[in-house]
Every structure is written in C-alpha cells, then in structure tokens.
C-alpha cells in the first residue's frame, strides 16, 4: 500500500509528488579494494589479476549500452505508466515492476522529472502494498530519486568521494525529502518488517499459506534486506536486531555442511570487522583531505588499497545456498544451490553485519564471515557470467546478484576474477540491437534489461559508507590510459 500525504496510513498512499527539486542518479559505485595479493593456504603466490577485464571495456560502450537499454524501457511503457508482460513470472508483480523498471531508467540516468518516471509514480500511487519483491523495490527507487549525481566539477568530485556514497544519500533524502515521503518509507519499512515469518526466519509471499511446503526463501529475504538496509541508511531504525539475527541463523543452518577447499583470496567484508573496515575508510578520507596539488583522489585511494587486506589467511571452502532450506521441494530444484542465491546469502550476511555491528560477536561472528567467504569461494568454484551457475535460468538476476555481493562487501576481485570487467564485457556483446537482453524462462526481456543496467551502472550503495570513486565511466578512461602509458 502506497499513503499519500493527505490519506490514512491503513491501506493506499499517493508514492512520491514529483514537484519537487530534481535529482538524478548516482553513477558512482563503490568498490576500491582489495585484491593485490592472493595467497594459497600454503603460502604459495597467486598471481592477481592484470585487469584485462578492465583494459578491454570500452567506457562509451557502456553508456552508449546503457542508453540503449533505457530506450528500450521507454518504449514498452503503457499508457497508465506500467510495465507489463502477460505470460512470465513478474506478471504477478505489476507494482514491483513498474518500481523496478523506474528504478532502471533513474540508474541508467533518467531525470526524476521525466515523463516515463512521473507515469510510472503515477501508477504506483494506485497500489497497495501486497509483496515484498514489489515493496522492497520501491524503498529502493525511494532513494534513487532523491540521490545526486556525482558533480563534474573536480573539486567539488572529490568533496563528493571524501563524503561518501551513503552519507550523500542520506543527506539528500533528510534535505530534500518531503515529509509525506519520509512517512511512506517508515510504512513500508514497518510493512517489511512485520512480513518477516513469525514463526521461520526469512521473508516468503504473504498471501501463502501458512502451511504451504516453501514457508521462506532467500531470493524474498535479499530485496527485503537491500531494502530495509535502504531504509535504515535513510534514518528509519524500528528494526529490531532479532530481524537480524533470525536472518544470520537461516543462512548459517542452510549453507551446504561442506566444499572443496578453494586458495585463500581477500573478501574484505568478511575479513575485517565493521570497525576495523570503517577505521581504514576514516584514514583514507583524512588522506583525501590532506592530499597534494598534484595528486588526484584515485592515486590516493589506489594506494590505500592495503589497508584492506590482511596479513593473515582463512580456509575456503565452496559452499552454496539454494532457494529454500535443504530438502524443500527438491522435485522442482527449490533447493538446488545455484549462483544468484549464494550471492544472495552473502549479500544478506553482510548487511546483518552491518547492522548489527559490534552486537555481532564471538562464534556467530566467525561463523558469519566464514559463511560469506565460503559464499565466494563457491562462486569461484563455479565461476561463469553467461549463465547462472548450477541453475538454467535467470542469469541476468545472477549478474544482478553478483554486483550486489560483491559491491557490499568491497571485493574487486573472485580470485582471478574480474567479475565486473568480464560481467560487463559479456552483456555488451550480447545486447540485442534493439537495446534489450533477451527473455529468459521466466522473465521478461524488460526485467533482463533492468537487471543488465543495473550491472554495467554497478547501481548498488554500499552498506558502509567507504571514499570510492567510479570504476566505469571517466575512472575507468583513466585506469586504461594509465595502463596503456605504462605498457609503452
């Protein structure tokens, strides 16, 4: 349910008046990190990755990518501001994806005042909060409305990295948000809250019932999770830590038992605590301030990368997680372990992390980064971007998934991997002329579009509010001159 600022709290909302001061999106995404060491158990050297991933991705490709997959969304846009597609999944969804397709085009950088997003809020405003994929998605483009885009002044750039991606969204949403929508994010986030199974441990359909065989699932608990991470960033703070920690136990209790051992490599959410992560952030924002005439922002955080990584190595091993808890409906695969929700049992641990803080400690802790590092290494284990591993279908939401993952945590790099340079140099040569990527078994090739943006935008705001800088657009120009300058 969606309350406008004049209506009752109880059942229908008027979602975001768009009179108000434009924003647009944020293109910067975060990820410095982490990744120049690589260490096998025994010690023996690892050879990083040279970034040919990066080297070979053509920064305009990607915005000229973009920009196409944007024209795409526009143009299936109907008349009452929906997105529909009769006869796949999200056809349940016509909320969730009209909110998700809004929150794509913003991402891809569509202004808030555009025709196709006032369409869309217009629609939204008519809905009732009824599931928690179309709910979650709608705290998200919440914030992507109100969010800045990174200033191309230079100086007033690197005010924009030393503050930080979150706080800058936080700060846009406390002095531009009206109150009407500050109230509606405080009722959707409650809504979220209250949907959490009473009696499990994650999020499910609410209109199941009760008895129904798949009482929960890890795709519902990653958006609600991103979500109330949103809203929490955003100042709301009824979430009770025991959301948290029912959420810890369901993925600790429903992570494979056991996996081949996989070399050590750097997670830096899982090997640093959140003290420890936000302490090296604080040192590197004060070298940002105290930088030299002729240093730029990027050398300073290139070079601060170290503080991320540790002197000490942990086991791996490649253990997953399925849709559902082991044996639930194995005749259908709900429990079969796949990529995009082992990179979705990462992405709710780390935001529980986060949230719970220094309230996280002892075994549970170890358990806890043990389960996301073990969580990469199944991803490295089975690494691929054209498919989702282990699951013939919804690869988009698996590339989706991954960015996620690996975006919350501050991991750079699976391994060898440049998940992002290889993720990105795939949709590229894939991308249908017409802008779009191709429907899948049960997806539209609207929702794969959105998903695709979101990848190649790396639209995720991380949990902990580090000093990044892009790794696509200009930044991505520079680190390719700089490598061909050293080449020669």
Not at 141 to 167: H, R, S
Not at 401 to 423: F, K, M, P
Request: proline letters at 6%.
């Amino acid at each position: 349910m969606i309350v406008t600022s004049g209506s009752a709290p109880a059942r229908r909302s008027g979602f975001l008046k768009v009179s108000y001061m434009v924003a647009r999106r944020i293109s910067i995404a975060v990820l410095l990190l982490c990744v120049l060491s690589l260490l096998l158990p025994a010690g023996e050297p690892v050879k990083p990755p040279d970034g040919a991933g990066e080297r070979e991705i053509d920064s305009k490709k990607v915005d000229a990518a973009v920009k196409k997959a944007v024209a795409f969304i526009r143009k299936h846009q109907e008349k009452d501001g929906s997105w529909k597609f009769p006869g796949v999944s999200e056809d349940r969804y016509p909320m969730g994806v009209t909110a998700f397709a809004a929150f794509a085009l913003i991402k891809g950088g569509v202004k808030r005042n555009d025709p196709a997003v006032i369409r869309a809020l217009t629609y939204i405003s008519k809905q009732q909060f009824k599931k928690v994929y179309s709910i979650s998605v709608c705290i998200l483009l919440l914030e992507a409305l109100y969010t800045p885009p990174p200033p191309k002044d230079k100086k007033k750039l690197e005010k924009y990295i030393i503050l930080g991606q979150a706080n800058i969204a936080a700060q846009a949403w406390r002095q531009y948000a009206p109150q009407s929508h500050k109230k509606l994010l405080k009722e959707a986030a409650g809504w979220l809250v209250s949907k959490q199974e009473p009696k499990k441990k994650l999020w499910r359909y609410p209109e199941v019932y009760t008895d129904e065989p798949c009482p929960e699932d890890a795709s519902n608990a990653q958006y609600a999770m991103l979500a109330l991470a949103v809203a929490r960033r955003l100042g709301y703070r009824d979430i009770p830590d025991k959301l948290y920690f029912k959420v810890i136990d369901w993925f600790l209790e429903n992570q494979e038992k056991d996996g081949p051992e996989i070399p050590y490599f750097p997670v830096p959410g899982a090997d640093k605590s959140i003290r420890e992560l936000l302490k090296h952030a604080a040192k590197i924002r004060k070298a940002l301030k105290k930088k030299k005439k002729n240093q730029t922002a990027e050398e300073i955080i290139e070079q601060a990368e170290p503080l991320y990584r540790t002197n000490e190595t942990f086991p791996m091993k490649a253990r997953g997680w399925g849709y559902s808890a082991p044996g639930v409906l194995p005749e259908i695969g709900f429990d079969t372990v796949s990529g995009s929700m082992t990179a979705s049992g990462i992405c709710c641990l780390m935001i529980a992390k986060e949230a719970l803080g220094g309230k996280l400690r002892g075994k549970k802790a170890e358990a806890v980064d043990q389960a996301m590092r073990d969580g990469f290494a199944w991803l490295r284990k089975n690494w691929t971007v054209s498919r989702n591993p282990c699951k013939p279908r919804y690869e988009y939401y698996y590339l989706y998934s991954v960015e996620r993952a690996c975006q919350l945590t501050l991991t750079q790099h699976i391994a060898e991997h440049d998940w992002y340079g290889e993720g990105a140099k795939h949709l590229l040569a894939i991308q249908n002329a017409d802008g779009s990527w191709n429907k899948t078994q049960h997806l539209s090739a609207l929702t794969n579009t959105c998903f695709g943006i979101l990848f190649l935008k790396r639209a995720t705001t991380p949990v902990l509010n580090v000093p990044s800088v892009t790794f696509t657009g200009d930044y991505l120009k520079k680190k390719q001159d700089k490598k061909k300058k050293n080449k020669k």
